[in-house]
T-cell receptor, first 113, second 109 residues
Framework: NAGVTQTPKFQVLKTGQSMTLQCAQD?????MYWYRQDPGMGLRLIYY???????DKGEVPNGYNVSRLNKREFSLRLESAAPSQTSVYFC????????????FGQGTRLTVV | QKEVEQDPGPLSVPEGAIVSLNCTYS??????FMWYRQYSRKGPELLMY????GNKEDGRFTAQVDKSSKYISLFIRDSQPSDSATYLC?????????FGKGTRLHILP
């Protein structure tokens, strides 16, 4: 029972470097989400994808891009990392037609120095 | 004004007490309400969800939604030290899920 799998679990980047956070789900869910979590800020939505081939901006999309590669995979890319992007990133997936819960991955702890 | 407001705490209560956690919201389009629990260094896990106004009970947990006041609550009865965690309310209009900031709860043995 893998559920939602995020890679990597930890990453340290230098300012200006790029990287892609990977997320895959095996529950055949149509909706997928990327959130960042900072102390005292809760979970803030970066981007979401309601179905394969569609993506939409959330509350804090600046500095990020996403790709919904197929129904299983939803990646988040930082083109030029900044210290303000130091955070814990969570991917989630949900079967919206059934209004079921959103399942979360275990998170990626990213530090930009 | 943020769409979802939640007091971040921390909230400390003695073991066995009844805990009340609350959120307010501003968007009347929200129709689906959830409570998640998050332990340190873990992803959030769903505790309860509901679509409508009223109460929903699951063991020691009761979720309450008042759409007329745009107010939701989570009650924990007979609180245990293992309930110590961050509790996040979440709401959904249709196509995305918006979270509150989370309330850190400490249950004192």
């Amino acid at each position: 029972n893998a559920g939602v799998t995020q890679t990597p679990k930890f990453q340290v980047l230098k300012t200006g470097q790029s990287m892609t956070l990977q997320c895959a789900q095996d529950m055949n869910h149509n909706s997928m989400y990327w959130y960042r979590q900072d102390p005292g800020m809760g979970l803030r939505l970066i981007y979401y994808s309601a179905s394969e081939g569609t993506t939409d901006k959330g509350e804090v999309p600046n500095g990020y891009n996403v790709s919904r590669l197929n129904k299983r995979e939803f990646s988040l890319r930082l083109e030029s990392a900044a210290p303000s992007q130091t955070s814990v990133y969570f991917c989630a997936s949900q079967n919206r037609q059934m209004y079921t819960e959103a399942f979360f991955g275990q998170g990626t702890r990213l530090t930009v120095v | 004004q943020k769409e979802v407001e939640q007091d971040p705490g921390p909230l400390s209560v003695p073991e066995g007490a009844i805990v009340s956690l609350n959120c307010t919201y501003s968007n009347s389009a929200f129709q689906y309400f959830m409570w998640y629990r998050q332990y340190s260094r873990k992803g959030p896990e769903l505790l309860m969800y509901t679509y409508s106004s009223g109460n929903k009970e699951d063991g020691r947990f009761t979720a309450q939604v008042d759409k007329s006041s745009k107010y939701i609550s989570l009650f924990i009865r007979d609180s245990q030290p293992s309930d110590s965690a961050t509790y996040l309310c979440a709401m959904s209009p249709d196509d995305k899920i918006i979270f509150g900031k989370g309330t850190r709860l400490h249950i004192l043995p």
